[in-house]
């Protein structure tokens, strides 16, 4: 009997050629920062999660007493979540959950298992509409409050508009290089180096040590900026586009990892 | 006179005595205006500094998103500050910020102690002394990065002898009859301010082309902090050309006693300029501007 007792909540989030974002409804707001800082929501679904789990290793072992405990919790937490976003009630069925607890009661291994399947169709329909942008938008801090201090003229800045001054600079080397404008090029890579280093005041808003931001903007960030720097000084300007897309790659180690989600906030917010 | 010497030698014999007179709820981690009741000095000292304002600055609460940003709250409201330990956070009084309970009480409610640099007789609430209070160790449970800066630099000077520095003699209590039980002490204010370097501290020459700046008198980095953005902003300028440099934990330091240099083009003369913004101000403050005129004999400059 234990081999039927497989959990499948997989999401299939698979075999699609569309996917649409919506943004979530504001009420979702208020169990997330900064209105809250308990992440309800998300609690909420690692309590259901974790009772759905619950409720099969009694079964495996044969604790139905114990089970049933598991059941009831998820029941309960499943019909307290649907209360939480009005706009999202339509994708709670508290029936099904009811039906869990009394596939229980009735000790049916099957009907527990087609039970929490049925149940499990109601959360996949949500995540497979919601997952993604709920993710994007409440699990990656805001970038909106975070200023930065422009190392080359002291101005203090929005994160964005920095950015914009970054991308402008790296694109201008480039110009530069195409025309042979090799003093003003040397101006400019000093600007680029300097305001690139600078982002390093970013990283410590939301990471605390070190190690954390050390593969983006650590030893080897600063050693393939000074050799950027290098090679200008020293003329050696033939080198310098390699160098250039170096330090371009540490844009991009960042960006895979935060430019996703801020685009998304971004659009939403619009 | 009898009954005197009576009470005096009551009051001497007894350890146990401190119990009798406790006041309860000092001994449950009060609010600092709780203690303010009898260290008045102190009190109005500590309402001038950060640590009152470590919790309720809008730099902070903008910072943390609104107290969201979970990890940063315990140094901000400590439940206990025990020398080198990352405090827990307070459940109560949080607005307080660092306060005196934060700090000076240890263990559980009821059960513990008020600890402090001194060994006093304080009925209200049990005390015992902790030398730790006069060391930095005790700042490191919050100051960590600071704190090893200052180790690195390898100097006697304490953070309490530059932030916390000496009142005086003077009493530790302003309440009758309790100021009558002690003698004045040596005191250290509870502004813990936040100083600014002095022209002396930072050595400027010039060798070649390349200025040289060394720290010489702060012995932790220009700027130091563990998660704020205090910030330096040096300006060089000569004839026909303006050198900016930003200084922050980060991004550049002056380290204690280690030379920073920047190429700067030949010139009859040079202004160096040096400013400091604090990481809750808005306000960038002059820490000093000097001239250095070419020495005709020499390729270093001289102020």
Known sequence: MRKFLVLLLVLPLFGVDKLILKKPPESLSKYYPPKSKRFEWIGNMFEMATSITGIFVNINEGRWDRAKEWAERLSKTYERTSKMVPEWKKFFKLELARNVVREVERKNVKGVVRAVKKLGKTCQRCHSQNLLSVKLLYHFPSYENIKVEDPVDFSEVKFHKYMEKLAKDFKTIRVFLVEREYKKLSKKTQEFVERFKGLKQTCQKCHNSDEEVAPFVGKSFEKALNNLLTLVKNKEFKKVPMALMISASYCSKCHNVHQIPAIVREAFSR | ?303
């Open chain 2, 1 to 303: 006179m009898k009954l005197l010497a009576f009470l005096s030698l009551f009051l001497l014999s007894c350890s146990t005595l401190e119990r009798v007179f406790v006041e309860e709820d000092l001994l449950k981690r009060p609010p600092a205006k709780r203690c303010s009741e009898c260290h008045q000095k102190i009190y109005r000292e500590w309402l001038k500094s950060r640590h009152h304002l470590a919790y309720t600055s809008k730099d902070f609460i903008r910072t943390t998103e609104n107290y969201s940003k979970l990890k940063c709250l315990s140094c901000h409201a400590p439940h206990q500050v025990e020398p080198g330990k990352r405090p827990a956070l307070r459940k109560v009084f949080l607005k307080d910020g660092v306060n005196c309970a934060g700090c000076h009480y240890r263990g559980e409610d009821l059960k513990g102690f008020m600890y402090g640099p001194y060994k006093v007789f304080s009925p209200p609430h049990p005390s015992k002394r902790d030398k730790n209070f006069t060391s930095s160790l005790y700042c490191s449970s919050c100051h960590q990065r600071t704190y090893k800066e200052w180790k690195e630099a390898k100097v006697s000077k304490s953070c309490q002898s530059c932030h916390m520095p000496y009142l005086g003699k003077d009493d530790l209590i302003q309440k009758f009859p309790f100021d009558l039980f002690h003698l004045a002490k040596e005191r250290h204010s509870h502004s813990f301010p936040s100083l600014k370097a002095k022209e002396e501290d930072l050595k400027i020459t010039l060798e070649g082309n390349r200025l040289k700046i060394v720290n010489v008198g702060i012995p932790h980095n220009l700027p130091t902090a563990d998660h704020g953005s205090p910030k330096y902003y040096l300006i060089v300028e000569g004839k026909g050309f303006i050198i900016k440099r930003l200084f922050t934990p980060k991004l550049r330091v002056l380290k204690y006693k280690e030379p920073l240099y920047l190429e700067v083009p030949s010139t009859e003369e040079l202004k160096v300029s040096l400013y400091r913004r604090l990481s809750w101000s808005k306000r960038r403050e002059l820490v000093l501007s000097k001239v250095l005129r070419a020495s005709p004999s020499s390729v270093s400059y001289q102020r």
